[in-house]
């Protein structure tokens, strides 16, 4: 019963702020991290994080997402920064569980972020 939960987020004007959090339930997960789909495109890479605190960001959101994650309640963070309205997107959490060579990806149902003009 792996679920992962995410919350924060919401509509923001340009330049705003927004923090989305993700908690996970059922595992503990070596990998955690943030994709993002926009309508008519495919779902893309945002931000990933290791349970030793390695981190790996995509290009669009390197210098403005910092992606964080607190092991004792088991929750990814992704603090995001001057956001722009091409940052509208779906959110979703993922997590990889290693289980010896049957490694399984799990995804969050998503959350909104819409970055207005």
């Known amino acids: 019963q792996v679920q992962l939960v995410e919350s924060g987020g919401g509509l923001v004007q340009t330049g705003g702020s927004l923090r989305l959090s993700c908690a996970a339930s059922g595992s503990f997960f070596s990998i955690m991290g943030w994709y993002r789909q926009a309508p008519g495109k495919q779902r893309e890479l945002v931000a990933t994080i290791t349970s030793g605190g390695t981190t790996n960001y995509a290009e669009s959101g390197k210098d403005r997402f910092t992606i964080s994650r607190d092991n004792a309640k088991n929750t990814v963070y992704l603090q995001m920064n001057s956001l722009k309205p091409e940052d509208t997107a779906v959110y979703y959490c993922?997590?990889?569980?290693?289980?010896?060579?049957?490694?399984?990806?799990?995804w969050g149902q998503g959350t909104q972020v819409t970055v207005s003009s």
């Open positions: 993922y997590a990889r569980l290693y289980i010896l060579l049957a490694n399984r990806d799990y």
